[in-house]
Protein backbone atom coordinates (compact mmCIF):
# COMPACT_ATOMS: atom_id res chain seq x y z
CA UNK A 1 0.00 0.00 0.00
CA UNK A 2 2.54 2.17 0.44
CA UNK A 3 4.30 2.37 -2.55
CA UNK A 4 1.68 2.38 -4.20
CA UNK A 5 0.47 6.04 -2.35
CA UNK A 6 4.75 6.64 -3.58
CA UNK A 7 3.51 6.16 -6.67
CA UNK A 8 0.56 8.31 -6.73
CA UNK A 9 2.74 11.11 -5.53
CA UNK A 10 5.24 10.85 -7.90
CA UNK A 11 3.35 10.78 -10.89
CA UNK A 12 0.77 13.91 -9.33
CA UNK A 13 4.56 15.30 -8.61
CA UNK A 14 5.86 14.50 -12.46
CA UNK A 15 2.68 15.79 -13.74
CA UNK A 16 3.07 18.84 -11.84
CA UNK A 17 6.30 19.36 -13.20
CA UNK A 18 5.62 18.99 -16.74
CA UNK A 19 2.47 21.61 -16.45
CA UNK A 20 4.84 24.17 -14.73
CA UNK A 21 7.83 23.97 -17.64
CA UNK A 22 4.64 24.10 -20.05
CA UNK A 23 3.43 26.89 -18.67
CA UNK A 24 7.10 29.00 -18.35
CA UNK A 25 8.23 28.04 -22.38
CA UNK A 26 4.40 29.39 -23.23
CA UNK A 27 4.58 32.44 -21.00
CA UNK A 28 8.07 33.47 -21.43
CA UNK A 29 7.87 32.50 -25.30
CA UNK A 30 11.21 30.89 -24.87
CA UNK A 31 12.66 29.56 -28.57
CA UNK A 32 12.07 25.91 -28.61
CA UNK A 33 15.64 25.11 -29.88
CA UNK A 34 16.38 26.70 -26.81
CA UNK A 35 13.92 25.11 -23.75
CA UNK A 36 11.38 23.00 -25.94
CA UNK A 37 8.26 22.51 -23.56
CA UNK A 38 7.35 18.98 -23.20
CA UNK A 39 4.44 18.86 -25.52
CA UNK A 40 6.95 19.18 -28.59
CA UNK A 41 9.38 16.59 -26.55
CA UNK A 42 6.76 14.28 -26.71
CA UNK A 43 5.61 15.17 -30.28
CA UNK A 44 9.19 15.01 -31.09
CA UNK A 45 9.07 11.32 -29.57
CA UNK A 46 6.31 10.16 -31.61
CA UNK A 47 7.41 11.86 -35.13
CA UNK A 48 10.72 10.50 -34.71
CA UNK A 49 9.31 6.78 -33.28
CA UNK A 50 10.77 4.63 -36.02
CA UNK A 51 14.49 5.66 -35.61
CA UNK A 52 13.64 6.07 -31.78
CA UNK A 53 12.47 2.96 -30.69
CA UNK A 54 13.31 0.19 -34.46
CA UNK A 55 17.33 1.57 -33.92
CA UNK A 56 18.85 3.99 -31.64
CA UNK A 57 17.08 2.37 -28.22
CA UNK A 58 18.18 -1.48 -29.14
CA UNK A 59 21.30 -0.04 -29.67
CA UNK A 60 22.39 1.44 -25.98
CA UNK A 61 20.05 -0.94 -24.83
CA UNK A 62 22.57 -4.09 -26.06
CA UNK A 63 25.42 -1.98 -25.23
CA UNK A 64 24.07 -1.31 -21.56
CA UNK A 65 23.53 -4.62 -21.07
CA UNK A 66 26.09 -6.45 -22.06
CA UNK A 67 28.83 -4.05 -20.24
CA UNK A 68 26.54 -4.11 -17.36
CA UNK A 69 26.54 -7.91 -17.71
CA UNK A 70 30.13 -8.61 -17.77
CA UNK A 71 30.77 -6.56 -15.06
CA UNK A 72 28.51 -8.30 -12.69
CA UNK A 73 30.41 -11.30 -13.83
CA UNK A 74 33.97 -9.92 -13.01
CA UNK A 75 33.06 -7.52 -10.18
CA UNK A 76 31.78 -10.51 -8.30
CA UNK A 77 34.36 -12.38 -9.32
CA UNK A 78 36.94 -10.59 -8.49
CA UNK A 79 35.56 -9.76 -5.18
CA UNK A 80 35.27 -13.49 -4.29
CA UNK A 81 39.03 -13.75 -4.88
CA UNK A 82 39.95 -10.55 -2.68
CA UNK A 83 37.17 -12.21 0.31
CA UNK A 84 39.84 -15.36 0.30
CA UNK A 85 42.97 -14.19 -0.69
CA UNK A 86 44.55 -11.53 1.63
CA UNK A 87 47.39 -11.23 -1.00
CA UNK A 88 45.07 -10.64 -4.13
CA UNK A 89 43.06 -7.71 -1.74
CA UNK A 90 46.21 -5.93 -1.12
CA UNK A 91 47.26 -6.09 -4.63
CA UNK A 92 44.17 -5.60 -6.39
CA UNK A 93 42.09 -3.67 -4.28
CA UNK A 94 44.49 -0.01 -4.37
CA UNK A 95 44.09 0.10 -8.06
CA UNK A 96 40.71 -0.42 -8.36
CA UNK A 97 40.51 2.65 -5.88
CA UNK A 98 42.95 5.20 -7.83
CA UNK A 99 41.26 3.84 -11.19
CA UNK A 100 38.22 5.82 -9.53
CA UNK A 101 40.43 8.70 -8.35
CA UNK A 102 41.21 9.71 -12.76
CA UNK A 103 37.97 11.10 -14.05
CA UNK A 104 36.11 8.64 -15.99
CA UNK A 105 35.34 10.79 -18.96
CA UNK A 106 39.15 10.92 -19.19
CA UNK A 107 39.47 7.65 -19.46
CA UNK A 108 36.74 6.82 -21.62
CA UNK A 109 38.42 7.91 -24.96
CA UNK A 110 41.75 5.86 -23.47
CA UNK A 111 39.06 2.46 -23.79
CA UNK A 112 37.80 3.70 -27.15
CA UNK A 113 41.36 3.68 -28.92
CA UNK A 114 42.15 0.55 -27.57
CA UNK A 115 38.78 -1.49 -28.32
CA UNK A 116 37.42 0.90 -31.22
CA UNK A 117 34.75 2.19 -32.17
CA UNK A 118 32.46 -0.72 -32.79
CA UNK A 119 30.02 -2.17 -30.07
CA UNK A 120 33.26 -3.70 -27.99
CA UNK A 121 34.49 -0.12 -27.46
CA UNK A 122 30.99 0.68 -26.09
CA UNK A 123 30.81 -2.24 -23.92
CA UNK A 124 33.98 -1.45 -22.40
CA UNK A 125 32.93 1.92 -21.70
CA UNK A 126 29.52 0.99 -19.89
CA UNK A 127 32.12 -1.70 -18.04
CA UNK A 128 34.38 1.23 -16.80
CA UNK A 129 31.38 3.27 -15.57
CA UNK A 130 29.56 -0.14 -13.99
CA UNK A 131 32.34 -2.07 -12.55
CA UNK A 132 33.81 -0.45 -9.37
CA UNK A 133 30.39 -0.08 -7.53
CA UNK A 134 29.60 -3.72 -8.24
CA UNK A 135 33.23 -5.29 -7.38
CA UNK A 136 33.26 -2.86 -3.89
CA UNK A 137 29.94 -3.23 -2.44
CA UNK A 138 30.23 -7.11 -3.28
CA UNK A 139 33.26 -6.97 -1.24
CA UNK A 140 32.28 -5.41 1.41
CA UNK A 141 29.46 -7.58 1.92
CA UNK A 142 31.76 -10.68 2.19
CA UNK A 143 33.51 -9.06 4.85
CA UNK A 144 30.27 -8.25 6.87
CA UNK A 145 29.40 -11.52 8.04
CA UNK A 146 29.50 -11.18 11.89
CA UNK A 147 32.87 -12.69 12.67
CA UNK A 148 31.47 -14.23 15.90
CA UNK A 149 29.21 -16.36 14.03
CA UNK A 150 32.07 -17.11 11.14
CA UNK A 151 34.09 -18.81 14.58
CA UNK A 152 30.81 -20.21 15.55
CA UNK A 153 30.13 -22.39 12.57
CA UNK A 154 33.96 -23.36 12.56
CA UNK A 155 33.69 -24.97 16.05
CA UNK A 156 30.54 -27.11 14.89
CA UNK A 157 32.53 -28.34 12.22
CA UNK A 158 31.64 -25.93 9.09
CA UNK A 159 33.57 -26.17 5.94
CA UNK A 160 34.69 -23.26 4.37
CA UNK A 161 32.01 -23.59 1.70
CA UNK A 162 28.92 -24.03 4.13
CA UNK A 163 30.05 -20.85 6.09
CA UNK A 164 30.29 -18.94 3.15
CA UNK A 165 27.19 -20.27 1.53
CA UNK A 166 25.00 -19.84 4.69
CA UNK A 167 26.47 -16.88 6.08
CA UNK A 168 28.75 -15.12 3.78
CA UNK A 169 26.89 -15.22 0.75
CA UNK A 170 23.51 -14.26 2.58
CA UNK A 171 25.33 -10.92 4.21
CA UNK A 172 26.56 -9.86 0.64
CA UNK A 173 23.23 -9.71 -0.61
CA UNK A 174 22.38 -6.31 0.33
CA UNK A 175 25.38 -4.62 -0.08
CA UNK A 176 25.37 -5.97 -3.79
CA UNK A 177 22.27 -4.71 -4.74
CA UNK A 178 22.75 -1.71 -3.32
CA UNK A 179 26.05 -1.60 -6.04
CA UNK A 180 24.05 -2.88 -8.42
CA UNK A 181 21.42 -0.39 -8.45
CA UNK A 182 24.12 1.82 -8.81
CA UNK A 183 25.36 0.73 -11.66
CA UNK A 184 21.89 0.21 -13.62
CA UNK A 185 21.89 4.12 -13.27
CA UNK A 186 25.47 4.69 -13.92
CA UNK A 187 25.33 2.14 -17.37
CA UNK A 188 23.19 4.33 -19.21
CA UNK A 189 25.58 7.05 -18.81
CA UNK A 190 28.74 4.81 -19.61
CA UNK A 191 26.83 3.81 -23.16
CA UNK A 192 25.73 7.12 -23.69
CA UNK A 193 29.41 8.71 -23.66
CA UNK A 194 30.24 5.49 -25.88
CA UNK A 195 28.18 6.61 -28.48
CA UNK A 196 29.17 10.46 -27.78
CA UNK A 197 32.76 9.44 -28.88
CA UNK A 198 31.85 7.63 -32.13
CA UNK A 199 29.43 5.64 -32.93
CA UNK A 200 26.63 4.90 -35.99
CA UNK A 201 23.18 4.38 -33.67
CA UNK A 202 22.06 4.77 -30.60
CA UNK A 203 20.58 7.19 -28.46
CA UNK A 204 23.65 9.04 -27.15
CA UNK A 205 24.67 9.14 -31.06
CA UNK A 206 21.48 10.33 -32.20
CA UNK A 207 20.94 12.91 -29.29
CA UNK A 208 25.03 14.15 -30.37
CA UNK A 209 23.42 14.57 -33.98
CA UNK A 210 20.00 16.58 -33.19
CA UNK A 211 22.57 18.63 -30.94
CA UNK A 212 24.56 19.75 -33.70
CA UNK A 213 21.78 20.43 -35.94
CA UNK A 214 20.16 21.97 -33.37
CA UNK A 215 16.96 20.18 -33.06
CA UNK A 216 16.32 20.01 -29.53
CA UNK A 217 13.00 18.59 -29.33
CA UNK A 218 14.35 15.55 -30.83
CA UNK A 219 17.42 15.65 -28.54
CA UNK A 220 15.62 16.24 -25.59
CA UNK A 221 13.44 12.90 -26.75
CA UNK A 222 16.48 11.14 -26.70
CA UNK A 223 17.32 12.35 -23.07
CA UNK A 224 13.79 11.54 -22.41
CA UNK A 225 14.50 7.88 -23.50
CA UNK A 226 17.51 7.70 -21.55
CA UNK A 227 16.06 8.60 -18.83
CA UNK A 228 13.88 5.98 -18.70
CA UNK A 229 16.05 3.06 -19.51
CA UNK A 230 18.00 4.05 -16.32
CA UNK A 231 14.69 4.44 -14.21
CA UNK A 232 13.54 1.12 -15.73
CA UNK A 233 16.68 -1.05 -14.81
CA UNK A 234 17.05 0.61 -11.59
CA UNK A 235 13.43 -1.04 -10.65
CA UNK A 236 14.44 -4.40 -12.16
CA UNK A 237 17.53 -4.48 -9.85
CA UNK A 238 14.96 -3.68 -7.24
CA UNK A 239 12.52 -5.83 -8.22
CA UNK A 240 15.49 -9.00 -8.15
CA UNK A 241 16.48 -7.41 -5.22
CA UNK A 242 12.95 -8.34 -3.13
CA UNK A 243 13.07 -11.32 -4.69
CA UNK A 244 16.09 -12.76 -3.33
CA UNK A 245 17.12 -10.59 -0.36
CA UNK A 246 13.72 -9.58 1.00
CA UNK A 247 15.70 -9.38 4.31
CA UNK A 248 17.82 -6.56 3.91
CA UNK A 249 14.44 -4.20 3.07
CA UNK A 250 13.22 -5.54 6.23
CA UNK A 251 16.79 -4.82 7.95
CA UNK A 252 16.57 -1.32 6.64
CA UNK A 253 13.03 -0.61 8.04
CA UNK A 254 13.91 -1.94 11.38
CA UNK A 255 17.13 0.64 11.74
CA UNK A 256 15.20 3.34 10.23
CA UNK A 257 12.33 2.73 12.97
CA UNK A 258 15.27 2.45 15.76
CA UNK A 259 16.75 5.58 14.52
Known sequence: M???????WFGLSFVLLLAGWEAVCRLFAIPP????????????????????FGLHLWATLREV??????????????????????PVERLVY????????????????????WFGYELSGKIAVTILFTFFPIVVSTYDGLRAADPEMVNLLRTMGASRWQIFSKLQLPASLPHFFSGLKVAATYSVGGATIGEWLGAS?????????????FQAPALFASVLLLSALG???FWLAGTIERRFAPHARTNTRKQMKTQ
Open 201 to 213: EGLGYFGRRASGN
Open 231 to 233: MLL
Open 65 to 86: LLGLSASIVFGIALALMMSLSR
Open 33 to 52: FILPPPSAVLLAVWDLREQL
Open 94 to 113: PYIVISQTIPIIALSPVFIL
Open 2 to 8: KTVHQGI
